[in-house]
């Protein structure tokens, strides 16, 4: 294995580059993408609509390349697409948008000035600059505005350094930052103790509720039981109640359940469960208008943590039993909305390929598709009688959409400033049998410029997950948008919605339970051998890779196939063993596998990529952020070092002070190049 790049790495890469730029030269021939784009991509998210729905408040996400870090800022467009307006100027830290009932204000996250903290920043739309509604010594989660807008429930983490509410930071507290606070023991009493970019979890930090007063400033404490986390709070209709999710660990109890809660909108009031479902994937909560119903989401139960597709539930807010609403699809529930009058909700469901908004009729349960084209919807929005989305399909990035009954309007163009400037590769779906004669599908991306007939290297690039799909869309953050910059490097790229996948239904997903590496890698290599049989692909110039479960599923390909050239390998791990304890996961593990001293030999089995390494002849790049508590980086060094010690080309790439996914835009940039040197210096494109 190779240590660094050879100056034979660099010369490809850089001929790639030159290559690149004298094609985009011809007169009005768009260019194809580099990794030097990623400065170009703007990224659209968290619509809001306004309540008289005559505003779509949103997060428009840039790079900056000289401060090297991802900014965002508030934007707003009128319903007719007519006005685009920027609320705020770009900056690190700005999330979540909201309007207040009454239309006056728009909020959102941010830390002004000097403060350590997200504070609730409020513009008037009566015009004026920002101002920071809290002084909170402590992390704000979510928020929620009161029907009335008097006031704001939030959700923010109680340190007990110093009480939570509106006290200005003092001297001797400044005094006490610049000299740096001596680091305090981390007690851990909890089954789920780290979790990703947030760290070990200690005791003594439960999230609580507090009321803030929109006129004051002024912060009580709702909730205070002890060794509760009390999150996502949303106020009834009528503004006296509101409901929660409480756990008694972040995120889930030991069982993986969560609490559904309601309490009196009232410091003191007591809180009282709705119900207790399973729910490892998204959660949210809302009321219908009329105040009787509180709707969840909830999943099936914890053995199938890894391949659970989220169903909407109801439950009456007075006590009773919960009903399932999307009983009869046997797809994902993605988000939703209850339509003004109650009668219906508007969702999003995860379906091969696509997330598409329906209507779902609580009288009758009858459900319609409201958009039939392939398409992914990411996110809804619902006020004043208009539904917008964040969309984005093969061609276009994610944009804010109207929703009207089943037409489509964009009202924002954000993606062109890339998409403007490039050419795409084709994308269509690819549809083949496993050796077993199961249906599997995926996503192929020829290079710009395809020949037909044409034999093209080809890399198997491999969605992570693994409940997840690839689907049809060319934002910036999907995995098809990725396949797209490995396209424009001159490959056919395919993606692979393997077993374990999501939007196949239920069955499908569960397939690989207790069984990792095994059908997926069938599934996977059928793909590559459709590629071949086809026509598409050259079978001596193959390359594969991915991130997280799709690192992993590249490790246990490469030691169950031989023909690969190259592999790149991201976030990823082969020695299973290894992870139990030391990785975010352990609800899985306990309840799929059992603990290793109860299964060594499934465990044994399951690593076998690291136990068997001696399988392995494929050049492989291993990468990873060395804070990564999802998976940490140990499985990629266990990875290098095995091939090192075998004498198979291969090199480690650690990006310091990096998660499980990269936030520094340079190292983003870096991966993008050194995958596509990588490749390149096995598959020789230029062939």
Same mark, same amino acid.
């Given at each position: ?11 490809l ?6 290559t ?10 768009p ?5 030097d784009d ?6 659209v ?11 779509v ?7 900056d ?6 900014r965002?800022?508030?934007?707003m467009?009128?319903?007719?697409g ?14 979540a948008p909201?309007w207040?009932?009454d ?6 996250l941010?830390?002004p000035?000097?403060s350590?903290?997200?504070q609730i ?10 101002r920071a509604?809290t ?12 029907p009335?807008?008097?006031r ?8 007990g350094?110093e ?7 003092g001297?001797?507290?400044k005094r ?8 305090r ?5 909890a ?7 947030v760290?070990y979890l ?5 999230a ?14 709702l909730?205070?039981?002890a060794?509760?986390?009390d999150?996502m709070?949303v ?5 006296e109640?509101?409901a ?6 972040k995120d889930?109890n030991p &069982?993986g359940?969560m609490?559904? %809660?309601?309490? #009196?909108a009232?410091? =003191?009031?007591?809180? $009282?469960?709705? *119900?207790? !479902?399973y729910a490892?994937n998204?959660?949210?909560l809302?009321w ?6 509180v709707a ?5 139960e914890?053995?199938?943590y890894g ?13 009773g039993?919960?009903r399932?609403l ?5 797809r994902?529930v993605?988000?939703?909305?209850f339509a003004a009058d ?5 969702l999003l469901?995860?379906? &091969?390929?696509?997330t598409?908004? %329906?209507?779902l #009729?609580l009288?009758s =349960?009858?459900m319609? $598709?409201?958009? *039939?084209r !392939?398409?992914?919807v ?9 539904v917008?989305m ?5 061609a ?7 929703l009207?009954?089943?037409r489509e ?11 403007g400037?490039?050419q795409?590769?084709?994308?269509e779906?690819?549809?083949?049998k ?7 599908h995926?996503?192929?991306v020829?290079?710009?410029?395809y020949v037909?007939g044409k034999k093209?290297?080809a890399?198997?690039w491999?969605?992570?997950g693994p ?5 049809h869309?060319a ?8 396949r797209?910059?490995l ?7 395919l ?7 999501s ?6 997903g569960?397939?690989i339970?207790a069984?990792w590496?095994h059908?997926?890698?069938?599934d996977l ?5 459709a590629l071949v049989?086809?026509?598409?692909a050259?079978p ?7 991130w997280?479960y799709?690192?992993i599923?590249?490790?246990y390909?490469i030691?169950s196939d ?14 299973q ?10 609800l899985?593990y ?13 465990w044994?089995k399951?690593?076998y990529p ?7 002849h ?8 060395d804070?990564?508590?999802n998976?940490?980086i140990?499985g ?5 070092q095995a ?5 198979v080309?291969?090199q480690l ?6 998660f499980?996914e990269?936030?520094?835009p340079?190292?983003?940039?870096d991966?993008?190049?050194r995958q596509a040197a ?8 230029e062939?």
């Amino acid at each position: 294995m190779t240590s660094r790049f050879g100056r034979s790495s660099a010369v490809l890469l850089l001929a790639a580059m030159l290559t690149a730029q004298a094609w985009a030269a011809g007169a009005g021939v768009p260019r194809r993408l580099t990794a030097d784009d990623f400065y170009l991509m703007q990224s659209v998210s968290d619509p809001q609509l306004a309540p008289d729905g005559q505003w779509v408040a949103y997060l428009l996400t840039t790079h900056d390349r000289e401060a090297d870090e991802a900014r965002s800022a508030v934007w707003m467009v009128s319903w007719d697409g007519a006005q685009h307006v920027p609320l705020t100027a770009p900056s690190a830290g700005i999330s979540a948008p909201r309007w207040s009932p009454d239309g006056r204000y728009l909020s959102y996250l941010s830390k002004p000035g000097d403060s350590d903290h997200n504070q609730i920043m409020l513009l008037d739309r009566r015009g004026g600059e920002a101002r920071a509604l809290t002084r909170v010594n402590d992390d704000i989660g979510s928020y929620e505005w009161s029907p009335d807008s008097r006031r704001i429930v939030l959700s923010m983490e109680a340190s007990g350094d110093e009480p939570a509410g509106g006290k200005a930071e003092g001297e001797a507290d400044k005094r006490a930052g610049a000299a740096g606070k001596r680091p305090r023991p981390i007690v851990i009493d909890a089954m789920h103790f780290k979790e990703d970019i947030v760290g070990y979890l200690g005791s003594g930090h439960e999230a609580r509720l507090y009321l803030l007063d929109v006129a004051s400033g002024a912060v009580s404490a709702l909730t205070n039981a002890a060794g509760s986390n009390d999150t996502m709070p949303v106020w009834s209709p009528e503004g006296e109640r509101i409901a929660f999710v409480r756990t008694s660990e972040k995120d889930w109890n030991p &069982d993986g359940t969560m609490a559904i %809660a309601l309490i #009196d909108a009232r410091p =003191g009031a007591p809180a $009282r469960e709705l *119900a207790r !479902p399973y729910a490892p994937n998204t959660q949210r909560l809302a009321w219908s208008p009329d105040g009787t119903l509180v709707a969840f989401m909830q999943g099936l139960e914890p053995k199938y943590y890894g391949y659970m597709q989220d169903q909407l539930v109801v439950v009456p807010a007075g006590g009773g039993a919960p009903r399932v609403l999307s009983a009869q699809l046997d797809r994902a529930v993605m988000s939703y909305e209850f339509a003004a009058d109650g009668k219906s909700i508007v969702l999003l469901v995860e379906d &091969d390929g696509s997330t598409y908004p %329906a209507r779902l #009729d609580l009288g009758s =349960g009858g459900m319609t $598709r409201l958009v *039939a084209r !392939p398409i992914t919807v990411a996110a809804l929005t619902a006020a004043g009688g208009h539904v917008a989305m964040v969309a984005s399909d093969d061609a276009s990035a994610a944009e804010v959409y109207a929703l009207e009954g089943s037409r489509e309007r964009r009202l924002t163009t954000h993606g062109e400033a890339l998409l403007g400037k490039v050419q795409l590769g084709a994308a269509e779906d690819f549809r083949f049998k496993s050796r077993d004669g199961t249906e599997v599908h995926g996503m192929l991306v020829k290079p710009p410029g395809y020949v037909a007939g044409k034999k093209y290297p080809a890399i198997l690039w491999i969605h992570g997950g693994p409940n997840g799909q690839d689907d049809h869309s060319a934002d910036f953050d999907s995995y098809q948008f990725r396949r797209q910059l490995l396209a424009a490097g001159g490959y056919v790229v395919l993606g692979v919605n393997y077993r374990g996948s999501s939007g196949r239904g239920f069955a499908y997903g569960k397939a690989i339970w207790a069984d990792w590496g095994h059908l997926e890698v069938e599934d996977l290599l059928a793909g590559v051998d459709a590629l071949v049989a086809r026509g598409l692909a050259d079978p001596q110039r193959l390359g594969i890779g991915g991130w997280s479960y799709g690192g992993i599923l590249t490790d246990y390909t490469i030691a169950s196939d031989g023909r690969f050239k190259a592999a790149c390998s991201g976030a990823g791990s082969a020695n299973q063993i290894s992870m139990y304890g030391v990785d975010q996961y352990i609800l899985q593990y306990n309840s799929e596998i059992g603990p290793p001293w109860r299964n060594q030999a499934l465990w044994l089995k399951l690593s076998y990529p690291f136990f068997h390494a001696d399988r392995i002849h494929t050049p492989t790049l291993f990468m990873g952020g060395d804070r990564d508590f999802n998976v940490p980086i140990a499985g990629g060094e266990q990875m290098y070092q095995a091939l090192r010690t075998l004498g198979v080309p291969t090199q480690l790439v650690v990006y310091p002070d990096q998660f499980h996914e990269l936030t520094r835009p340079s190292f983003m940039k870096d991966r993008l190049e050194r995958q596509a040197a990588w490749f390149a210096q096995y598959l020789h494109p230029e062939k």
